[in-house]
């Protein structure tokens, strides 16, 4: 490619609205252009790129055996009515009439279209396991878009769905889709961990999501390094710290602890380590009579935090809602900041982190304003407590598998994969004959990259001051070539197109910087764009035979004989 | 391709609601199942076809210059009121609301979002000119949709602007399209042809609409077989047929035609030639005051039919309607089927083709029940008309461009070239600045192909009593290998799998057919699906070292030896 055939847009400096480094950069290096509100122009910049993402994607896919199609972004309501989405699903479903009023959605995934494909067209258990998947247009009516393409409104998608016999066929499904992930994301050439994931109802190990490693990362992941063990912050079990409860020493005390209302606080003033108090979480439970509405006490050690996803699997709190200060002073006599499980003035269901439950001697609130208790001890002071894992899990926290403490590291979610079970098939009755001639519900996985998030993701991992660093399999152009003076030296103009025909021959994806640019404004550009490797072609090295290499990391420029550079850049790119 | 590692689903009968053989035909061929009204799936092998459009459309457009990008489905209403498209589009223009209440289009095309691009984009003369282009999902909700991919209301479509400095620039780019546009539609392998087009308000020869030949196609297209002169119905140009008026002869008579309300059944009953009568047709300009209504009356040669977009071109019939019987009675004293020039009841304004102002001694109504003049000539019986080009052309008139006779074939409209002007820049106010750095309008051309059509009407081409017969550049695959008893053979077995890598090694889009199907349903499903080659392998031939090939529209097979096979193929493919 040459440049002056190409569009080059690049902006010195990013419009106000954009908030993070990989939307500042892509829009000053043209690679997309707002058009709305989360909504962009895949300028010809970025399109380069988001097309190397689905090769790479779609190559993997085939290989591993799922079949392409493409579903339509309008689909009708009634499918959605049939899954029963088109009411469980906010205002983040867009929804849309036809000219007779009639109901369609513009679809955020597939599910319901693919169920409604395969429910007429998957007669047989011969024609199993099949695995469809298509890279469409998605929309989603994001509250507050932002972040560029990292929360649009309208982005691309991959979604695959597999179907399957019985659920160790789905597993099969399932684990040839997270190897193909795996070989997508390292093709990508980014540091990715996938992470198990919460996965609802289904339960069991049935879902991961693919994260790209970066500090500014909206994903907590939870890792151990001395094994295998990944989760995300939802699904990371917290084990107890302490693992058997120390005998009961101290006195049940009621302490003055004026206007210490958080266990920093208290802490402090008693001179206790943060590690000897309890926080307490007060949860309500809603009941269709006002009189059987139930008020939980949910206590945490002094310095972890609730984890809302955990809190909402403790049999009874599937429906829980924080509760209301009114509803505090009700049941515990006292507002916030001194609440605890000791003398509550209403009676409450105590659930102690797993924690908590083996701490003795411990400070809680003592129900009372300005006061807490220390020296408090299950089964003495307050029964023993329902015990569950509530809690986030922290840096230094035993592994759950034994092997080592964890660890935490930020990352982007631009992949998930999720074992259905009949989900959708049982709702849109889909179902296939077995070898009997029974008709059973076919068992669905599901399984989506988000093709454009990957390339703010990369970008959150991969830039510096200059900006972007594109992994060079998905870079917009692996190689660019920036002569000096083309215009003005025969000799330049002579090896500059000899070294572009033969990179072209030899199938490099390179561009050619022809437009005649002075040589820094050519390489801030080069720079900012992110292209992994540089060619200088000047007078000066063409005196000597020598021609410039820049990769885009170099501090220096290697010197290279100018019959040398091709196999030099080949020897690169194999890299 | 394995077609166990494929899906591959055929129907023996076409469901109901499929009224075209092209529709029919995908149906039955799998390529495509509906998911609503006008919106289908793209089945795994009908997105195989689909791909191959695209990319022969993407290299040509590539090739002519044109660069990539992608803009959104999802489109903000305030662009297409800016451009009074918003108001001026009729409920065909998807509209949707998000969650916020600001409205929203569902693109059926992208002049406004290209043109917002560039406003800000383009700034320089130095960067014209320019030709983007994208292939998006476009909706268009069509109050009937029908005939499955050939008026879908989601559909795929290649769209491209061009922008320039001034009108000749334009009508470079837009011939560097119409050159581009003939590669793309002599790649598809399809017989197509290029008309001039009627382009509204710009004038000139700034449109082409380019169709495929069929004779199920929707469109009149008028060409001479002995010259290039093409255009479509509304364009072109009807000649008079009578080159000079004759003497008047006869004497005007009042003749009763009882019962004859249609020139055919006065000509008959009066024993001359239906070129003798001359028909009437009232139109009514409408005024704001109701006293300034106008009536029209066009003559047309009794043979003749009327062309609308001709008339709407005639000085004063911009806005014209029909008019109503009230009307008629009114202005001319009877009801329709013996209207005529002479003697109206109130003044009306005469247009006459342009064969009807050189005819002489000609039938016209009398503006009396069962009534008809003979013998009426112009300046004798009335006064000379007004002289315009009214009529749709015919087969073997006369050529425009006089060299020869036109001859009339059906067609489907497949790609459009359009000289837009500054009719978006000028609303849009996109400007760049010239060489004296004075802001000048855009001049715009577009650019559209659309891509799920071209399917529906290469088939609509190219079938027959079997099912569809792909041209090999868009066939869902180059070849199909049809074994005879893989499973009972191991000759057989040998042969398949060393021809068919020997196929993937050269390059061939092939597909081994692997299901074990029985040799009659599997050559039933390839001819219907249309594969161009086919090659069989059995054990009998085998035996003498032979194989078999069939061309989609050969009768016979041609037995070729097994080691030629590979360059018999080949050569097919080079053909």
């Known amino acids: 490619?040459?440049?002056?055939?190409?569009?080059?847009?690049?902006?010195?400096?990013?419009?106000?609205?954009?908030?993070?480094?990989?939307?500042?950069?892509?829009?000053?290096?043209?690679?997309?252009?707002r058009l709305g509100s989360g909504i962009y122009n895949y300028m010809p910049m970025g399109l380069r790129i988001i097309r190397k993402v689905e090769n790479i994607i779609r190559e993997e896919m085939n290989r591993a055996g799922a079949i392409e199609m493409l579903m339509p972004v309008?689909?009708?309501?009634?499918?959605?009515?049939?899954?029963?989405?088109?009411?469980?699903?906010?205002?983040?479903?867009?929804?849309?009439?036809?000219?007779?009023?009639?109901?369609?959605?513009?679809?955020?995934?597939?599910e319901e279209a693919i169920t409604d494909v395969v429910r007429t067209e998957i007669?047989?258990?011969?024609?199993?396991?099949?695995?469809?998947?298509?890279?469409?247009?998605?929309?989603?009516?994001?509250?507050?878009?932002?972040?560029?393409?990292?929360?649009?409104?309208?982005?691309?998608?991959?979604?695959?769905y597999s179907f399957d016999r019985n659920v160790d066929g789905l597993k099969q499904s399932y684990q040839v889709m997270y190897d193909a992930y795996t070989r997508i994301f390292q093709r990508f050439g980014l540091q990715f961990r996938a992470v198990a994931a919460d996965n609802g109802a289904i339960g069991g190990s049935g879902s991961h999501e693919f994260h790209v490693i970066a500090e500014t990362g909206e994903d907590a992941l939870v890792y151990c390094p001395t094994s295998d063990y990944a989760a995300n912050m939802e699904a990371a079990e917290a084990l107890p710290l302490v693992t058997s409860r120390p005998a009961a020493q101290a006195t049940l005390t009621k302490t003055a602890t004026p206007g210490k209302a958080k266990c920093e606080d208290v802490a402090a003033l008693l001179s206790i380590p943060l590690q000897n108090t309890v926080k307490s979480i007060v949860l309500t439970v809603d009941a269709d009579k006002e009189e059987d509405k139930q008020v939980w006490l949910l206590l945490l050690r002094g310095d972890h935090e609730l984890n809302e996803v955990k809190t909402s699997k403790v049999p009874g709190l599937a429906t829980y809602r924080f509760a209301t200060e009114a509803e505090i002073v009700e049941w515990f006599g006292t507002k916030p900041g001194y609440l605890g499980p000791i003398n509550t003035l209403k009676p409450v269901k105590v659930v102690a982190d797993r924690t908590v439950a083996n701490m003795a001697?411990?400070?809680c609130g003592a129900n009372e304003a300005d006061f807490h208790f220390t020296g408090a001890n299950w089964g003495r002071d307050l029964p023993?407590?329902?015990v569950a894992d509530l809690r986030n899990v922290v840096d230094g926290d035993p592994s759950p598998d034994g092997k080592g403490v964890l660890a935490i590291q930020r990352g982007i979610e631009v992949g998930h994969v999720f074992q259905l079970g009949t989900r959708y098939s049982e709702d849109m009755k889909a179902t296939f004959l077995d070898e009997n001639g029974k008709p059973q519900l076919l068992q669905m996985g599901c399984y989506g990259i988000g093709v454009t998030r990957i390339l703010g993701a990369a970008i959150e991992q991969n830039f510096d001051d200059k900006g972007i660093i594109w992994p060079t399999s998905i870079a917009p152009f692996e190689v660019v070539i920036c002569p000096m003076g083309m215009d003005r030296s025969e000799a330049v103009k002579a090896e500059t197109e000899k070294l572009y025909q033969a990179m072209l021959e030899a199938g490099i994806d390179?561009?050619?910087?022809?437009?005649?640019?002075?040589?820094?404004?050519?390489f801030a550009d080069?720079?900012?764009?992110?292209?992994?490797?540089?060619i200088v072609i000047g007078d000066r090295g063409l005196k000597d035979g020598k021609l410039e290499y820049?990769?885009?990391?170099?501090?220096?420029?290697?010197?290279?004989?100018?019959?040398?550079?091709l196999a030099f850049v080949q020897a690169k790119l194999a890299a």
Chains 1, 2 share one sequence.
């Open 123 to 160: 007669r047989s258990y011969r024609q199993l396991p099949v695995n469809f998947y298509h890279i469409q247009t998605k929309f989603r009516d994001e509250r507050r878009p932002r972040f560029g393409l990292m929360r649009g409104r309208e982005f691309t998608m991959k979604d695959a």
């Open 74 to 110: 309008v689909q009708p309501a009634e499918l959605w009515q049939e899954t029963g989405r088109w009411d469980k699903m906010g205002p983040e479903l867009m929804r849309v009439k036809d000219r007779h009023g009639r109901d369609f959605i513009i679809q955020p995934t597939s």
């Open 384 to 386: 023993e407590p329902v």
């Open 550 to 565: 820049v990769g885009r990391r170099d501090a220096e420029a290697t010197i290279v004989p100018v019959a040398e550079m």
């Open 526 to 534: 080069w720079e900012l764009i992110g292209v992994p490797h540089r």
């Open 510 to 522: 390179v561009i050619l910087d022809d437009r005649g640019e002075r040589p820094g404004a050519m």
């Open 1 to 33: 490619m040459r440049a002056t055939r190409f569009f080059i847009s690049t902006l010195k400096e990013a419009p106000a609205d954009a908030e993070i480094v990989s939307h500042k950069l892509m829009m000053r290096a043209g690679m997309i252009k």
């Open 361 to 363: 001697n411990f400070v």
